[in-house]
């Protein structure tokens, strides 16, 4: 039973484009999302998180966009560089108080296409 | 800064043999983490500790699995007997203790058992 899914194994974007990658969550007790980005043979990289108290986060290139009514959340990434290509994992917790495991989606490997 | 440290990085042992995975946290970081890839369940969590003390273990796949961290700045994951369905990727990572904080990943270690 997969509490975070990213039903997009891959997406594929032209350079200079806006690359929208999307997740989606089931556990109404999450309260802390997070975006990590992994290349091969390295762990995966903090990339930008969102709070349930809000519904946009704005870091340089990326956004991510919180619709906690539609248990949605999604990374946009404008423009996409070639540097951006890597596997995209949506992360929750149910922060609660004190340090928490996080659950994990399956990733979305986004290529960005020259 | 050192981020966090896992040994070893790569690990081929034969069906039955003992394993055990290495990490050292960030330092000043009270929170630690394992977590296991495979293709099958993606990034899962293990186990964690706040201030050396294992919180959740209910990630924790069989009891051939075992985890302890003796103090602030070291923690090993042991698989005794192992198994080919071990065969995965192991990650580290640590955060400071304290609701929705960033979790930093280390390399990972890539165990192949045979």
């Known amino acids: 039973d997969q509490q975070v899914k990213q039903n997009s194994p891959s997406l594929s974007v032209q350079e200079g484009r806006i690359s929208i990658l999307n997740c989606d969550y089931t556990?109404?007790?999450?309260?802390?999302f997070l975006w990590y980005k992994k290349y091969p043979a390295e762990g995966p990289t903090f990339l930008i998180s969102?709070?349930?108290?809000?519904d946009k986060n704005e870091d340089g290139r990326f956004t991510v966009f919180l619709n906690k009514s539609a248990k949605h959340l999604s990374l946009h990434i404008v423009p996409s560089q070639p540097g951006d290509s890597a596997v995209y994992f949506c992360?929750?917790?149910?922060?609660?108080?004190?340090?928490?495991?996080?659950?994990f989606g399956k990733g979305t490997h986004l290529i960005i296409q020259p | 800064d050192a981020g966090v440290i896992q040994s070893p990085r790569h690990e081929v042992t034969e069906m039955g043999q003992e394993v055990t995975l290495r990490c050292k946290p960030i330092s000043g970081h009270n929170s630690l983490f394992w977590y296991r890839q495979t293709m099958m369940r993606g990034l899962e969590l293990l186990i964690y500790f706040n201030n050396n003390v294992p919180i959740d273990d209910s990630g924790m796949p069989e009891d051939r699995f075992s985890a302890k961290m003796p103090n602030a700045s070291f923690s090993t994951l042991k698989i005794q007997p192992s198994e080919p369905r071990d065969s995965a990727v192991y990650f580290c990572a640590s955060s400071l203790l304290a609701s929705q904080e960033t979790q930093y990943f280390g390399p990972g270690t890539r165990l192949l058992v045979l």
């Open positions: 992360a929750a917790s149910d922060s609660g108080g004190g340090a928490d495991g996080l659950t």
């Open positions: 556990n109404s007790m999450f309260d802390y």
């Open positions: 969102i709070s349930s108290i809000k």
